[in-house]
């Protein structure tokens, strides 16, 4: 921004002299227009005053009255031509066209998106990368014991797995930065692109590869030197030997006798097991609970989305159509119109006091202050309390509010026709599309020392479907004094977030996927970790369905705690997000419908119950015999 005004500033001063030299090349031909005209004159003066008075009929006396004429035109014109005021030049950047100012919102939407999901992804990738990295040192500790004895040093043994992490974090990391930077950007593209903004020119940002990259080998490196760094410190002995299992303990659960006492056997072993493997536990919570939070804020931004202009003309303005008519005291009529209100709606200018860009805003300013409320809502958004219009001020949308850095009892500078003005602010209404400022006839009329013509129809209607839309539509234009007719709800270009949607999907599905792999992974490590255990109960007579109930029965209260978690979760960041979208006039509604809710658990529920299948197969085929022969 800083760039763009330096170059607006560079472009006033080079052309500093133009409005001079345009005025005089415009003089000039006005001039040389005017001198063509005058030749002819004289000419035609010169051919009357060669005719001898005696000699002059009542054509030559005419002709005699239009060379007067004709030189006092001359005269005027002359006069004219000195008055011609240098031309008055606007300086626009590319803000002011309306394809690359929607393109721009929609991109700061999104570019709100992507400072959360990236944290959350690489937050979960780093608890995947840890329990993996973790789990392969743990099965290597034997042979890290080993190499101890034999006289390896730590950095040595070290190296093996510092060497196998640098390249597993830099290959993914840089192959899917790269990938995702030539890939994703370019389908975001194509869904927001509109007619200003057609072709896509691709650009790999090196500094965020970078970051990749970084946040990559944190994710690997990172865990592979905690993890070597506490069992390195162990003795070679130590490390040769297995490590024993964790001792049970009694839980809290068991001091609620009444209830532990109506649990089943397989029930009380599953909730000891529960607690005895804590950071197991800790884990999968947190990453099942990431990847509903992250699915819950996907659903939620499309409803925020989906709600904004429902929301806007129910909760906030419920009339249906503007209609502009030529004379303040006339009435428009149709069958279709329930009740109407005049108001005169002006657009003006906002100019913050903390040199931001101008705001255009919609002044409304109705004929009287009676059954308004019946055609715009007006609550304040500090106390959702009732506002009402008095003569003492104007009361500010929310969004016009917040640039303008405004409150109740502030002072707001304006631009009215052209005349700066200063208002005082006697309220702020909730609003969430477009900027406005309501305010009475006579606090206008002190503001700007003219008086209000309402010459605009706050128009209820009883129909609001397409057909009866266009047809009240022709009969109101078809009355005469009606200039124009606008639904602004229904209109095409009102309100650009169609894009977001699609990009939200693309969300849904990637946290979706993640969630299936942070559900595979821990369930995987949680199987390795306890083979001797499982195949010690199938050995004891379990059938494989008791086995697999065994550990599923403790991943679906991991599932359910993590749902529960990840709504909670999802609501914070759905909040977050929805804050940082906001952009130009649009203020996105903090909402999510229950099918949000219900869809992130199911959608986790299956990703669940399909990891259970696979875990099904895994445990029906453990080999009791290898597992339970001793490690010394």
């Given amino acids: 921004m800083t760039r763009l005004i330096g170059k607006k500033a560079s472009l006033k001063a080079t ?86 100012q929607d393109y721009f919102d929609e991109s700061h939407s999104i570019a709100a998106i992507a400072i959360i999901f990236p944290g959350f992804f690489l937050f979960i990738a780093i608890l995947i990368t840890f329990s993996t990295i973790s789990r392969m040192v743990e099965k290597n500790r034997r042979e890290i014991g080993l190499m101890r004895a034999l006289g390896y040093t730590k950095r040595e043994i070290a190296m093996k797995y510092i060497v196998y992490t640098l390249l597993a974090g830099i290959l993914g990391a840089g192959l899917g930065g790269v990938l995702g930077m030539l890939t994703l950007p370019q389908f975001v593209f194509s869904l927001l692109s509109n007619n200003n903004l057609t072709e896509f020119v691709g650009v790999i940002p090196w500094s965020y590869l970078a970051q990749t990259m970084v946040a990559g080998l944190i ?123 005049p108001v005169m709606v002006k657009s003006i200018t906002a100019r913050p006091t903390h040199g931001t860009a101008n705001d255009t805003v919609t002044l409304m300013v109705p004929k009287t202050t009676t059954n308004f409320a019946k055609y715009v809502t007006l609550k304040s958004v500090a106390t959702s309390k009732r506002l009402h219009l008095t003569n003492k001020g104007v009361i500010l949308s929310e969004k016009l509010a917040t640039d303008m850095h405004a409150k109740a009892g502030s002072s707001v500078n304006l631009q009215i026709g052209g005349k700066k003005v200063t208002a005082k602010v006697t309220g702020v209404t909730t609003n969430y599309a477009g900027h406005w400022l309501y305010t009475t006839q006579a606090y206008y009329k002190k503001l700007t020392g003219n008086s209000v013509q309402t010459t605009t129809r706050l128009v209820k209607t009883t129909h609001t479907k397409k057909a009866q839309r266009e047809k009240l539509s022709r009969q109101l234009l078809k009355e005469k004094g009606v200039l124009n007719v606008s639904f602004p709800r229904y ?112 959608i986790t529920g299956c990703f669940s119950l399909f990891i259970g299948i696979l875990t099904h197969f895994k445990l029906k085929h453990i080999d009791m015999l290898d597992a339970l022969s001793a490690g010394e």
């Fill in 15 to 100: 052309l500093s002299k133009r409005p001079r030299d345009r005025q005089k090349q415009l003089q000039a031909s006005a001039q040389a227009k005017l001198d063509k005209q005058s030749d002819k004159l004289k000419q035609q003066e010169k051919q009357l005053a060669k005719v001898p008075s005696g000699y002059q009929t009542t054509q030559t006396k005419a002709a005699k009255q239009e060379l007067a004429a004709g030189k006092k035109k001359i005269a005027a014109s002359e006069v004219q031509i000195k008055q011609i005021a240098k031309p008055t030049y606007m300086y626009n950047d590319r803000s002011t066209n309306p394809g690359y």
């Fill in 219 to 341: 994710a690997t490196l990172g865990s592979a030197l905690i993890v070597l760094t506490i069992n390195l410190r162990e003795v070679p002995t130590n490390l040769m030997r297995e490590r024993a299992p964790k001792a049970g303990k009694r839980i809290l659960l068991e001091r609620i006798k009444p209830l532990w006492s109506h649990l089943s056997f397989n029930q009380k072993v599953s909730y000891r097991n529960l607690f005895r493997y804590k950071g197991r536990m800790i884990m999968t919570i947190v990453g099942i609970a990431g990847c509903t939070g992250l699915i819950l804020t996907g659903f939620g931004i499309q409803d925020s989305v989906n709600d904004l202009v429902p929301t806007q003309y129910e909760d906030v303005q419920h009339f249906q159509a503007l209609v502009t008519v030529e004379k303040a005291t006339q009435q428009v009529h149709a069958d279709n119109i329930a009740a109407q209100k």
């Fill in 491 to 602: 209109a095409a270009s009102s309100l650009s977030t169609g894009g977001l949607g699609s990009v939200v999907l693309i969300m849904i599905v990637m946290s979706g996927a993640l969630a299936l792999v942070v559900l595979y992974n821990l369930t995987n490590i949680n199987i390795s970790e306890r083979m001797r255990e499982l195949a010690t109960i199938k050995v004891l007579g379990f059938y494989d369905r008791e086995v697999t109930a065994y550990v599923a029965r403790e991943n679906v209260i991991f599932t359910i705690a993590g749902i529960v978690v990840g709504w909670g979760i999802g609501l914070f960041l759905h909040q977050f997000i929805m804050v940082k979208a906001q952009t130009g006039s649009i203020l996105f509604p903090m909402t999510i419908h229950y099918p949000g809710f219900i869809w992130s658990a199911v």
